[in-house]
């Protein structure tokens, strides 16, 4: 069984940064790829960025392109969310999912954590 821990969220000022984590424990973290998803109030979790096993492949959202960068640390067991130039509407939960191949649905990650809140003020 996997467990992902996310952590780094918080209240920051529009324009600001933030560098989400997320720390995974049960598998071999190497072999599967990751992903960030958010959910904003009222609306459905939506995909935000992936990564594959090795780094070499990379997916984002076009509404966080040249805004956010994801990446991976094998030797940690733990994938990156920077986020950077903050908007009012990167406010939501943030999830990191484990899966077997990168992509932008949710039905290949079959792992997910508890979220972390990421509230974005003016």
């Known amino acids: 069984q996997v467990q992902l821990v996310e952590s780094g969220g918080r209240l920051v000022q529009a324009g600001g940064s933030l560098r989400l984590s997320c720390i995974a424990s049960?598998?071999?973290?190497?072999?599967?790829?990751m992903g960030w998803f958010r959910q904003a109030p009222g609306k459905e979790r939506a995909f935000v960025a992936s990564?594959?096993?090795?780094?070499?492949?990379?997916y984002y959202a076009d509404s966080v392109k040249g805004r956010f960068t994801i990446s991976r640390d094998n030797d940690k067991n733990t994938v990156f969310l920077q986020m950077n130039s903050l908007k009012l509407e990167d406010t939501a939960v943030y999830y990191c999912?484990?899966?077997?191949?990168?992509?932008?649905?949710?039905?290949?990650?079959?792992?997910w954590g508890q979220g972390t809140q990421v509230t974005v003020s003016s």
């Open positions: 999912a484990l899966g077997l191949r990168t992509g932008t649905y949710e039905d290949l990650y079959d792992s």
């Open positions: 990564i594959n096993w090795n780094g070499a492949t990379t």
């Open positions: 049960g598998r071999t973290f190497n072999t599967y790829a």
